[in-house]
């Protein structure tokens, strides 16, 4: 394997790869999403790797950041993605070139209207609340609860590009007003010693979110390197399922970032936006989603008696590392070693899928991109990076580098869990780009 440790201060030529950067950038900041990365990232990527109008594919598109640079920058844009609301979004961005922004701020200026007028005569919203939509407190005090469905009447009469802009305004707002939040995780506003939200203006948040898409649309418009272009996709299913409906060797650059292996749960963190957008009605809706996920989860892998990493993946350190994590706090049961060793043979055994499905799509000499970051698994490090690298060597790829723009993590909600207990000896938490190149 020709790649550089992870610890080498390799930077490349990458920025930062962190998502945060995204959240002042017009169309990326309509709305947040987990371990995603900026758009200077992509953007540093594109320049390089493609002088000529490609197809940049992202295997694991989440929000759209690499199919919106792609497809800002005059290149075909394909992304997969298995989380309902996230495919919504990221194919709301890649649509909004078609909209005319006016249409947006005419219909901002009606919804508040509706919103008055319904306020003064006491009108009865006709929508009605996700009914399996269960949370320990309620999800919304009846003031605020009344708003929403009144705001959902309201979308009913809209044409559906215009419908689906307001959709994602009101998806990007919906916990702001809710009595939960995002810290660091889904959790109850009172359990961080926030105050419950009585009442607020869910009016006011929608129609400012909706200005703002149309103050984005119209940049988004103007700075497209080929307007006549739009063929941008979504593609809402796994990537493991439909890359070989893709041509062989048709992709020029594959910019990525998988779910890392520290179990971030996508599922339960989005439920508010499944069950009120309306992408599933009951928990079982989205129960295949975790099957589907790279790695699966480790709540679903801790109960196998035992799951071990493909025989395909010829590799002595992983499988050491792997070994070392099964030892330990076997005392613990599904909470021990075993069930988190499992769910990290469940991961590699993935990455290999994965390195065979790039290596399927891409044309010989093209490169992949894969953002990923480590992990310490009841206090093992597992260089993520350097197995992933070392999967896709002979998968049909050499390892150009590996670099490192980012050397400590935070925020990810494994960090305050058992997980990290062995942070001291485990040592710190990185993100890398691995850099692949087809043979
Ligand atoms: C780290 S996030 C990607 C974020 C993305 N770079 C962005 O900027 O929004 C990983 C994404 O992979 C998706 N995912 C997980 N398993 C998948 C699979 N088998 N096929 C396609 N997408 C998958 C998750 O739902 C999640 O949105």
Redo the contacts with the bound molecule.
Sequence with gaps: MTAAGAGAADRGAFRDPA?TA?REAPVHRWVP?????SRQFVQDALARHLQAPGVVL?????????LLEADLAGHAAIG????PY?AFA?RAKLAAHRLEPARLRTAAAAFEAFMAESRRSGRAPSASPPAAFRTRAPFYSPAVERKVLLAFDFMETLEAPVAALFRLAFAATMVGYSNYSYEPSLGRKASVGRPEVEDDDVAGAIAAKVRQMADDVAWYREDRANPERDDGRVLE????DGYAALDEASVDLLI?????LNNYH?NRNTRPHLYWLGFCATPGDTKHLEE???GTYWQNARYEARIDLDPAIDDAEIRAALDEVRRRNPDKGVYGGNGWANYAARYFN?CARFAGGAARCLRPGATALV?IGNSILQGVPIPTDRFLAAIAAPRGFAVAGIHVPRETRVGSSIVESSVRAGKAAGGALYEAVVELRRL
Excluded: Q, R
């Excluded at 299913?237 to 493991?240: A, G, L, N, T």
């Design positions: 998502f995204n999403w987990i371990a995603g990365f992202d295997p694991f598109a989440g929000v759209g950041t690499t997969f993605e298995i989380n996230a990221a299913e796994s990537f493991f990525t970032s998988p779910p890392y996508y589907l996920n790279f993935d953002v």
